[in-house]
C-alpha cells in the first residue's frame, strides 16, 4: 500500500494533470491542507517533497508551492495514441537489429540504450560473491541443478516475491537468461503461430520481436501514457480478435513509462479472468519506482494462475549475467518444458553471483540509491529535453524506470534523426520501434539512466536542434 | 589427416568389423605387416596398441595379437536401424521432460546422464580465472557487448577453429547459452512452421525437441552406426521428402557414437550442395576422439557456407556455464537477430572465464587428459555390460565421446527398465527419447563418462539383471 504522504501526492498529481490545478497556480498552503484532508503537516511537506522530485510543482522562497510553469507544453494527453484497429503480422525485427545494433558502440552517447550506466551497479562485490560462491560448489550441482535453476537463488527470489505480496509456489520460479527469455518462452507456451497477441501501444520492441520470431499476429490495445492499458478497451479487443495472450508491462512501460493504477490492475485482472484469457507480464521495471513503494504487479491480482510474470536482475543489480526468472502460474510445467528445449539451462556462475549477493544483504539498499540516482538523472534529463526541444514537444513524466518518450511536433522522422544523430556519436531509441507498423515516426525513446556529463548535455543539445521540424 | 599408425589401425579395424578377421584369429605378426604395408615395427606396435585400447584386440603374452572373443556378440551391423518411410509431426517432449527430471537427483547413479562428471573438469581455475577477468573488466561492455558475445571469446574460438581446418569468417562466431540455444536458433534460421527436417536413425533427443518446439516435421535418414548417414539415402530423402534442412552430428553421433569417414563427409556435403539445403551440424563432441587426432566436422567441407555449425564447452570444459557458439557461414546474419529476439545477449561472467582460460593457456592438455580418461572409462563400461548383459545384447563401440548405445534382446522395453532402474536409484536414457515415434524401445544410452566405482559397478550388474527378457 502506498503511504499516506504518496497517496496525497498521487492525489494532487491526479489534480494537475487533470487541469484542476493549473501551470503557475499555487498549491493549497500546508495548514489548508491539513485542515482538508486531515492529515500532520509532516504529511503535506512530505507529499510537496514528493512531487517537487517528481518535477511537477517546485517551491518558491516566502511564498508556497506552485504547479511548475513547463508542465503545460508536455501534457500527457497529447502523448495519447489510437491503436490500429486490425491484427497484424510483425517483422520489426530487421529494424530494431540495425538501431540496436548501431547504438553498441562504447564511444556512442548511448540515449538510445536499454540499460542504465553499468557503473551503477555494486559489480567488484558481484565479481567477488560469485568467486567465492564458485569455489564453494559442490561440481555434481553443475550439471543436476539444469533448467529450473539454482535451488538457493529460487528460493531467495520466492521470498523475495512473497515478501512484495504475491502468491508463489516454492517450485515456481524458472531461472532463465535474463527476461527476455522469460517473455520468450511464456509467449510461446500459451500461443501457437497465427494465434492474436494483444500488445500496449506504443509497444516495447522485444515484444514484438517476440510475437514476429514466433509467427504471431499483433492487435494494439488502448493505452494511456499514465494509466497504462485500458480495462474497457481491452475487453473489447479480447472479444472481438479472440486474443490467445495478452502481453502487458503495468509497471512503468516501455517506452511511455505509464504506471498501471491498483484499481485498474485489478480491473485488468477482472476483464482477463472473465475471458480466460493469458497474461505475459513484463515486470523488469517495477522494482525502480521512484515513489517509496513498490508498485504491486499484475500477478499480485491473479487468483487463477494465469499471469506469466516475468522480470529480471539486469537493470537493478547484474547487466551482463543475463539472469531472468518466471513465474509462470498454472503454465509452469510449460514453461520448464519450453526451456529445457530452448537453452537447457542458465549460467550457473552468474546465478550463483547473484544468490550470493542476495543471501549477503544489501540488494535493497543498493536498491534505493539507484532508485534516487535514476529518478534525479531522468528529471535533470527530461529539463534539459524541454529546454532544447522545439516547441510543441510532449514529454513524458515517468515516476519509475528510467526512459523518456518524448513527441516531436508533427513532421519530425525521427528514423531519420536516430541516423543524423548516429553520425554525430549518439544513439536514441526512433519511436518507428514501438509498433508493428512502425507509427510513432515523431516520437524518441531516450534513456535517462546515463552520468549527466558534458557530453550528454551538448548532446541533448544537438538532437534539440535536429529535431526541428 | 589420422597418423600412418592410426590409419593402420583403422583399416584392421574395418577387416575385423567385415569379418575378415574373426574373434579369436590371430593378427598378423609385427614383423610381417611391417613387409605388407611398408611401415616400421614402431608403427605397428603403435596401431596395435590403439586396436587394444579400443577393446578390439588383445596382446597374449609370447604369442602375440588377436581379435577378441565378445566380439562377436556385439558385431555393429546389428545395431542398424530402418528409418521410418514418412514424415511425421514431433511429441516427444513430454517424455524427454520426464526422463531427465528423473535423473537429476545427485543420489542416482548417472548412467542416463547427458554429461560427463563434473570432477573431470578444471572447475576450481575456471573460477578463479573467471574472477579475475571480471575484476579486469570495463563496466561498459556488459552492455555494450551484446548479442554477438564477448569479442576476446570469439576471436579465441575463430582462431581455435582456423587451426583445425575451418574457414571461418572475422565476425562469425555467435555466443550462445549451451550449443542447445545454437542448434535451436540455427534451426530458426532455415525453416519456417510445418517444414520437413531430415535427421538421423537412432537421433539426439533435443534435435527431436525443437523440431517439436518449432513445428516442423521430422524425416528419417539411413544410418550406419558406425559410418553415420549414408549420403545417397540422403540424396534420395532431400529429393523425396521437400527437406528444408537436415540437423546431422557427424562426430560421434549422440547416441550411437558413429563417426562420419572423411570421404564420407565429402559426398554428403556433396549431395547437400546439389540440392541448396542447409545442414545443422552438431559438434559437440568432435574434440572428444579417442585416436589422437581431431576429426574435421562437415564445415570443413563447406564451400557455399551452408553449414550451420554448433559446438559448446559443456561437454568439455565448463559444465554448467552455458557457454557455446555458432558458425552460421551464410545464414549468419539471421542467427544472430534471432538471438537477440530471443534471450539477447550471453552470460559475460561465463564468457569471461572461458575467454580468459583459452586466453592462459593449458586447454588442449586438459583435452588430452579428458579424451584419455574417457576412452578408458568408456571402455572399461563397455566391458562391464558386456559381461553383465543377457546374450544377444548388442554394444556400439564408439571411437569418441562417453556413451554406448547398448541393444538388448527383443521384449526388453527400456521405458519399462528406466522406471525400474529408477527405483533402484540408477539412471538410464530408454532408447524411445530418440526417435519421433518412440521406437528403439529395447535399447538404452548408457553414459560412461563417470568414474568406475563400487556403485556404478553394483549398477551395471542390477540394469543386466533388469534387461533380461
Redesign the interface.
Known amino acids: 500500500m502506498p503511504t499516506l504522504y504518496e497517496q496525497l501526492a498521487d492525489a494532487l498529481a491526479q489534480r494537475i494533470h487533470d487541469g484542476l490545478l493549473q501551470p503557475g497556480e499555487r498549491l493549497p498552503s500546508v495548514r489548508q491542507t491539513c485542515a482538508q484532508v486531515q492529515v500532520s503537516p509532516a504529511t503535506v511537506f512530505q507529499a510537496y517533497d514528493l512531487l517537487e522530485g517528481r518535477g511537477l510543482i517546485e517551491a518558491r522562497p516566502r511564498s508556497g508551492f506552485y504547479v511548475r510553469k513547463q508542465l503545460k507544453r508536455s501534457a500527457a494527453p497529447a502523448l495519447a495514441a489510437s491503436p490500429r484497429e486490425d491484427s497484424t503480422p510483425v517483422a520489426v525485427?530487421?529494424l530494431?537489429?540495425e538501431v540496436?545494433?548501431s547504438t553498441?558502440?562504447?564511444e556512442v552517447v548511448?540515449l538510445g540504450?536499454a540499460?542504465p550506466?553499468?557503473?551503477l551497479?555494486p559489480?567488484?562485490r558481484?565479481?567477488?560473491d560469485?568467486?567465492r560462491a564458485?569455489?564453494q560448489?559442490?561440481?555434481?550441482?553443475?550439471?543436476?541443478?539444469?533448467?529450473a535453476g539454482n535451488a538457493r537463488l529460487r528460493e531467495a527470489l520466492r521470498a523475495r516475491c512473497v515478501r512484495q505480496g504475491l502468491r508463489v509456489g516454492p517450485d515456481e520460479p524458472i531461472i532463465?537468461?535474463?527476461a527476455?527469455?522469460a517473455l520468450?518462452l511464456c509467449l510461446?507456451a500459451v500461443t501457437?503461430?497465427g494465434d492474436v497477441v494483444a500488445v500496449e501501444t506504443p509497444t516495447f520492441y522485444?515484444a514484438l520481436?517476440?510475437l514476429?520470431?514466433l509467427?504471431l499476429r499483433a492487435v494494439e490495445l488502448p493505452t494511456d501514457p499514465q494509466l497504462g492499458v485500458d480495462p474497457d478497451g481491452l475487453a473489447e479487443v479480447v472479444q472481438q480478435h479472440g486474443v490467445a495472450a495478452c502481453w502487458l508491462m503495468p509497471n512503468f512501460q516501455n517506452p511511455l513509462g505509464a504506471l498501471m493504477p491498483h484499481a485498474r490492475k485489478q480491473a485488468v485482472m477482472d476483464v482477463l479472468r472473465r475471458s480466460g484469457t493469458p497474461v505475459v507480464e513484463d515486470d523488469v521495471y517495477g522494482e525502480l519506482h521512484h515513489g517509496s513503494d513498490r508498485p504491486l504487479p499484475l500477478k499480485a491480482f491473479d487468483t487463477e494462475g494465469q499471469v506469466l510474470y516475468c522480470s529480471s536482475f539486469s537493470k537493478c543489480l547484474a547487466?551482463?549475467?543475463?539472469?531472468g526468472w518466471a513465474l509462470a502460474g498454472r503454465h509452469s510445467h510449460a514453461v520448464?518444458?519450453?526451456k529445457?528445449?530452448?537453452?537447457?539451462?542458465?549460467?550457473?556462475?552468474?546465478q550463483l553471483?547473484i544468490a550470493e549477493y542476495l543471501d549477503e544483504g544489501g540488494y535493497d539498499r543498493h536498491l534505493r540509491q539507484l532508485r534516487k540516482t535514476l529518478a534525479d538523472s531522468l528529471s535533470q534529463l527530461r529539463q534539459l529535453v524541454l529546454k532544447h526541444f522545439p516547441k510543441g514537444t510532449r514529454v513524458s513524466r515517468p515516476s519509475g524506470g528510467y526512459f523518456l518518450w518524448v513527441q516531436l511536433p508533427e513532421g519530425v522522422d525521427t528514423l531519420q534523426l536516430h541516423r543524423q544523430a548516429l553520425a554525430q556519436g549518439i544513439s536514441v531509441a526512433p519511436g518507428a520501434l514501438f509498433s508493428a507498423d512502425q507509427r510513432f515516426r515523431a516520437a524518441l525513446r531516450l534513456n535517462g539512466g546515463h552520468p549527466h556529463d558534458a557530453r550528454l548535455q551538448e548532446a541533448i543539445k544537438l538532437l534539440g536542434q535536429l529535431a526541428r521540424p
Open positions: 525485427s530487421e530494431v537489429f540496436l545494433h553498441r558502440d562504447r548511448p540504450s540499460f550506466s553499468p557503473t551497479f559489480l567488484d558481484l565479481a567477488r560469485g568467486a564458485m569455489r560448489l559442490a561440481p555434481q550441482a553443475l550439471t543436476t541443478e539444469l533448467t532463465t537468461n535474463g527476455m527469455e520468450n510461446q501457437q503461430p522485444a520481436q517476440a514476429e520470431r509467427h547487466p551482463g549475467y543475463r539472469v520448464q518444458k519450453l529445457m528445449m530452448s537453452s537447457l539451462a542458465t549460467s550457473v556462475p552468474s553471483a
